[in-house]
């Protein structure tokens, strides 16, 4: 929670910069800890959400895993203490580079989304005269009833590997000499806050595993990704997501044999949260039909609501709160007239100067920066350093 004390602790700092709870973050990571070690769950931490070092070391020192989509974050996550053992790499196009570097490494496991990719890595794997853990990544076609743009799990979608290539697939599977299957890796989207679209990701689990076994073929880890939502609406309210009943539910419905491990990609629910963005207001623009709050920052530092049209919270942490509020377009300084963070947003009256905070920016904010328009580099401000 950003109260009146941080504000003015604000006021000289220049703008605009993230600005992060470290409370927050370490009662969220603590209470997702607990849920998953109490049920034997292991839980990666997806690096794509964000991927501050300061953020890093404090998820790596409660002893979750990391999930990684890039060469890079796989370098990221050793650099900042994460075990390789500890470390998956997924995406739909890694790089031969990509590829041999994780070789190098030794990580736990490679999420391989089709078939050319596990020749690929077989054959890399044989160069270096290793062998490579994967786990197929299957697509459930479970609809995660999300945005469109960060829905996964659909036949519709790029990821996994097509069903229908699932024979061939385990065919050439036997045929990989450098390859070692240790489990089946799903994922149906993000920002999920309907629990029964896990429960129906349970189900087609449970029957991709049987079919595998059906052949033969043992399965060690089943990896059910992440997508875990968070209330974008009352990030003071519900500022920890219900891990508690998300687990449960896993925990349930998932069929598994004493011997198999249940893996998690979690990311924004452990950080979203405890994100904000802390800008200024450069000018205040009243019109007949519109009133405008022109921010110092845009969407170079937050590219959320322009790409998603994607909802956060803002506060004016300068005026003071009255029962009479304005309507705002709240935008940025960006030549573009997507750069706006929302529209109509009711806020005390307002000024030039006065600091505004746009919540639960933690996940796919400060990640997402760019230079466009030549901008400054993204400063950052930590709790505990206050």
């Keep these: 929670m950003i109260n009146t004390d941080i504000a003015t602790k604000f006021a000289d700092r220049e703008t605009p910069f993230y600005y992060y709870d470290m409370d927050v973050l370490a009662r ?7 849920a998953s070690q109490k049920r034997g769950f292991h839980v990666h931490y997806a690096l794509k959400a964000n991927f501050n070092d300061v953020l890093l070391k404090r998820i790596q020192e409660i002893g979750f895993g990391a999930d990684c989509v890039s060469g890079n974050e796989v370098r990221k996550a050793i650099e900042c203490g994460f075990t390789p053992q500890n470390i998956t790499f997924a995406g739909v196009g890694k790089s031969d580079k990509e590829i041999n570097y994780a070789l190098t490494q030794q990580i736990f496991a490679f999420n391989v989304e089709s078939i050319q990719e596990l020749e690929v890595i077989n054959e890399l794997a044989s160069k270096q005269g290793v062998k490579a853990n994967v786990a197929l990544r299957i697509n459930p076609n479970v609809d ?42 799903f994922h149906v989207g993000s920002q999920i806050t309907d629990m029964t679209v896990f429960k129906s990701l349970c189900v087609k689990v449970n029957e991709w595993k049987s079919w595998f076994e059906e052949r033969g073929t043992q399965i060690r880890v089943l990896n059910v990704g992440g997508g875990l939502g968070i209330d974008y609406k009352n990030p003071d309210g ?13 925990d349930r419905f998932l069929e598994r044999k004493p011997y198999q491990e249940v893996h998690f990609e979690l990311g924004r629910a452990l950080v979203a949260q405890c994100g904000s963005l802390i800008s200024r207001v450069l000018y205040v623009k009243n019109g007949v039909k519109k009133n405008f709050l022109v921010l110092d920052a845009g969407m ?7 790409l998603y049209q994607a909802y956060h919270k803002i506060d004016n942490l300068s005026a003071v709160e009255t029962e009479e509020s304005l309507n705002y377009d709240v ?13 109509e947003v009711p806020l ?10 746009i919540r ?13 328009n030549l901008r400054e580099e993204i400063r950052f401000v930590y709790s505990d350093q206050l």
């Design 348 to 357: 005390p009256d307002s000024g030039r100067g006065d600091l505004i905070a």
């Design 238 to 250: 519900n500022s920890i997501p219900d891990f508690e009943a998300y687990f449960d539910i896993f």
């Design 300 to 306: 170079t530092e937050l590219m959320r609501p322009a």
């Design 144 to 185: 995660a009833h999300t945005h469109h743009y960060i829905t996964t799990g659909l036949d519709e979608n790029k990821f996994g590997v097509p069903n229908a290539d699932l024979e061939k697939c385990a065919s050439v599977l036997k045929k990989c000499e450098f390859i070692e299957l240790v489990g089946l890796h």
């Design 331 to 343: 935008v940025g300084p960006i030549c573009e007239s997507s750069d706006c963070f929302g529209k």
């Design 360 to 372: 639960s920016a933690g996940a796919y904010g400060e990640v997402m920066a760019s230079r466009y």
């Design 28 to 34: 969220t990571l603590e209470a997702a800890h607990e």
